[in-house]
């Protein structure tokens, strides 16, 4: 019982060339052939001998069904399974085959009896001409099968492109859209909120000498006046290049005395004071040699000087802030919240996401410095808080959409040649809380498609350099050869062309 065949009906007008074309293009290797009362294909041995070895070199069965007593014959008599109908190949077919051979024998006997009604001299002559018929028909079968094996088949190879495109998309992230739309290059836009304070300390870098202790000394103030003069402490005095001093304590300068003989003025005692002082600056500034304190502050009528070294000045290198300190501090705290902020997202937004990090949008940030350029400190301190908006995408939903939109880019003269394609890059051209427009660069395997059918029908009787200038014009075949036997046009049988498409190799 056969399970899987193809039937294959044969019309009175088909040519042998149809019959042989459909053993070869159907895929099954059993193929059932209805045949036509009228079909003339069947009335000649040379053509069921020639069926039968192309089906041979094709690696089909063919199993024919007529009811013609004649065709049964012949079909028999070549080696070939025939049945009176469709309904006995998925039965028992041994009955039927013995009805064929029956019929056969009858015929022949029939024959007999027929010849042996004529006279002995027709009989001679009938047996003769037989004899020629069957020698003729004999030799043409050898001519035919000769011609068959010894024709000359061309080969043609062709090899589909087999390479890497790559494909740029723009494609819109929009957070109203909940879904992705190929046919706009649309998709949902994620958009979340994070609020975050931060504080830590900047080390100062500046280094200045400050005075850390002032000098001390005495003052002398000489009155030349008839009357008293009261200094006030913390009257300043100076040296005439300005370093400034401030008076310890109140001070009273006695008035001139007069010194008289014989009640005549002979002579005159200026009235003298003294009074400690220290310097108005800390530093070494402040010790200075003596007598170069030298002028009073405000107008008394007295004079001052120095009538020894001030002392006891001192400095020191201290560590202070400076203006670099400041915005070196400002800009590491923004870098420090951008990254808790970045952080944060990648908390937020889990691996099956796409999260921009280059396109946080910072609505709040504060930064409170706790120091003024010149402050003497080791460090100092910055606080800061920042509100932002991070943008992410489901990597899923951008995956299926570049592939749809890659598939669609494609032409009809290629295909993907697996199921996967890569995203090389995305690149962000603006970006906002409700749309970020993203420009993706993907890259895939393709390969030509070659139809196998169209493509042989463009061969058969074809001038060589015409195959070859099609061929050429074909964006899905990276190579081909024909091999002709320096002909230069295929065969006009479909027999006579050997055509085989070769696998691309992947790159």
Same mark, same amino acid.
């Given at each position: ?116 009604d004529q006279s002995d001299h027709q009989e001679n002559k009938g047996g003769l001409f037989k004899k020629l018929i069957g020698c003729g028909a004999g030799l043409l079968l050898l001519a035919l099968v000769w011609f068959y094996f010894s024709f000359s088949v061309a080969t043609v190879e062709v090899t589909p492109v087999f390479e890497t495109k790559d494909l740029s998309n723009q494609i819109k992230a929009v957070k109203e859209v909940e879904d992705i ?155 420090? @919240?951008?990254? &808790?902020?970045? %952080?944060?997202?990648?908390? /937020?937004?889990?691996? $099956?996401? !796409? *999260? ?81 427009? @993203?420009?993706? &660069?993907?890259? %895939?395997?393709?390969?030509? /498609?070659?139809?196998? $059918?169209? !493509? *042989? ?51």
């Amino acid at each position: 019982m056969l399970e899987d065949y193809v039937k294959i009906y044969i019309d009175p007008e088909e040519p042998l060339n149809s019959l042989l074309d459909k053993i070869q293009t159907v895929e099954n290797d059993t193929l059932v052939i209805i045949v036509h009362k009228k079909s003339s294909i069947f009335v000649g041995q040379v053509n069921l001998e020639l069926i039968k070895n192309y089906a041979q070199r094709a690696g089909k069965k063919l199993i024919f069904i007529t009811d013609v007593t004649k065709t049964k014959k012949l079909l028999t008599k070549v080696g070939f399974e025939v049945y009176s109908d469709l309904e006995k190949i998925e039965g028992e077919n041994e009955d039927d085959q013995k009805e064929v051979e029956s019929e056969e024998r009858r015929s022949l006997l029939d024959e007999d009896d027929d010849q042996g009604d004529q006279s002995d001299h027709q009989e001679n002559k009938g047996g003769l001409f037989k004899k020629l018929i069957g020698c003729g028909a004999g030799l043409l079968l050898l001519a035919l099968v000769w011609f068959y094996f010894s024709f000359s088949v061309a080969t043609v190879e062709v090899t589909p492109v087999f390479e890497t495109k790559d494909l740029s998309n723009q494609i819109k992230a929009v957070k109203e859209v909940e879904d992705i739309k190929s046919s706009e290059n649309k998709m949902s836009l994620l958009s979340e909120e994070l609020e975050l304070s931060q504080e830590f300390k900047i080390e100062t870098t500046g280094q200045q000498r400050i005075g850390v202790e002032r000098a001390e000394g005495v003052l002398a103030l000489i009155n030349d006046t008839r009357q008293e003069v009261v200094i006030p402490a913390e009257s300043e005095v100076a040296t005439q290049n300005g370093t400034r001093f401030r008076t310890v304590n109140r001070v009273t300068v006695p008035p001139a005395e007069v010194d008289k003989f014989m009640g005549r003025v002979v002579g005159m005692k200026a009235g003298r004071a003294e009074v400690n002082i220290e310097a108005v600056d800390k530093g070494v500034a402040g010790n200075v040699s003596k007598g170069r304190i030298v002028e009073l502050g405000d107008s008394y009528p007295v004079t001052v000087v120095n009538p020894e070294d001030t002392q006891g000045g001192a400095d020191e290198e201290v560590s202070v802030v400076t203006r670099e300190d400041l915005a070196r501090g400002v800009e590491q705290l923004k870098e420090e @919240l951008r990254s &808790e902020v970045e %952080g944060g997202f990648e908390d /937020k937004f889990s691996g $099956d996401f !796409l *999260f921009f990090s280059d396109q946080l949008e910072i609505e709040n940030e504060d930064v409170v410095v706790e120091a003024e350029v010149g402050d003497v400190m080791d460090e100092f301190q910055i606080v800061g808080n920042i509100t932002a908006t991070g943008l992410a995408v489901k990597r899923e939903e951008l995956k299926e959409l570049i592939f749809e939109l890659y598939q669609n880019n494609l032409t009809d003269n290629f295909k993907l040649a697996d199921s996967q394609v890569i995203i090389k890059d995305i690149d962000i051209e603006e970006a906002t809380p409700a749309e970020a427009i @993203l420009t993706v &660069e993907s890259s %895939g395997q393709v390969k030509g /498609k070659v139809d196998e $059918d169209k !493509l *042989f029908s463009n061969l058969i009787a074809k001038e060589i350099v015409e195959i070859k200038n099609i061929f050429d014009k074909m964006e899905e075949i990276a190579d081909y050869k024909i091999k002709a036997d320096d002909r230069s046009r295929l065969p006009q049988f479909s027999f006579g062309i050997d055509l085989v498409i070769n696998e691309p190799q992947g790159q």
